[in-house]
């Protein structure tokens, strides 16, 4: 069964170091999407892709976030320097490209990755 | 303005017991997507269901079932004995066409439900 993959699961860094987290969508699908859960809560998106363009990054603090999708497929999240209100789960998720105006496409979530920053 | 409510913060029940978990949305579109996703402790969310505007049938997928009422703007989940590894977050979503093309999605805060043995 095809799944979105993310690594690391879990990291651990110093405030003002950089992180990274990668993600790797559902084969064949062009939308993805990074969300970010801190505990308690339910996810709030950073910034949604449709291939390798950016559809929204309105919530993406761009001052200290980056998301890139240059060939389209995977995907890389960073933040530089990391803050200790970062700490939170980071989740991608992946949908096929709609196929038809008006229909929309099921999510399909990642494991995450668990941020803690010290 | 987009808005999903869970006012069910936790829920405790005893195994065999039915829940329902509550869900209260606001949109202005007609067009609309709802959906109900699982996160047990492991953290990934599963997705359970999808529901479109038009379509207020509810549904019913072994001890799950939903009921969709747009007259209240609700889009209710009710498991019916409950069992132990129905313990998890349950998060109530809805998805609204973006004027740029594509939806977006906004979560609700979920509802912890615990079924003890």
């Known amino acids: 069964e095809a799944e979105v993959a993310q690594s690391p699961r879990y990291k651990i860094t110093e405030k003002s170091q950089a992180v990274a987290f990668w993600c790797d969508p559902i084969?064949?699908?062009?939308?993805l999407y990074w969300y970010r859960q801190i505990l308690g809560q339910g996810p709030e998106l950073l910034v949604q892709?449709?291939?390798?363009?950016?559809?929204?990054d309105s919530q993406l603090p761009k001052d200290r976030f980056s998301a890139e999708r240059l060939k389209g497929v995977d995907s890389t999240l960073k933040i530089q320097p990391a803050e200790l209100g970062d700490s939170a789960m980071y989740l991608c998720?992946?949908?096929?490209?709609?196929?038809?105006?008006?229909?929309?496409?099921?999510?399909?979530f990642g494991p995450g990755t668990r941020l803690t920053v010290l | 303005a987009q808005k999903v409510t869970q006012a069910q913060t936790e829920i405790s029940v005893v195994e065999k017991e039915d829940v329902t978990l509550d869900c209260v949305y606001e949109?202005?579109?007609?067009?609309?997507?709802l959906f109900w996703y699982k996160q047990p402790p492991s953290g990934e969310l599963v997705f359970l269901i999808r529901r479109n505007s038009f379509d207020e049938q509810n549904e019913i997928s072994g001890r799950y079932s939903w009921n969709f009422q747009k007259s209240t703007s609700s889009f209710n989940f009710t498991i019916t004995a409950s069992q132990v590894v129905d313990s998890a977050v349950y998060f109530c979503?809805?998805?609204?066409?973006?004027?740029?093309?594509?939806?977006?999605?906004?979560f609700g805060a979920g509802t912890r439900l615990f079924v003890k043995a």
């Open positions: 979503a809805l998805s609204e066409p973006r004027n740029t093309g594509g939806f977006k999605t906004i």
């Open positions: 892709f449709q291939d390798e363009s950016v559809v929204d």
């Open positions: 084969s064949g699908h062009a939308t």
């Open positions: 998720a992946s949908s096929p490209l709609p196929r038809a105006k008006g229909a929309t496409d099921t999510q399909y």
């Open positions: 949109t202005r579109d007609t067009t609309y997507y």
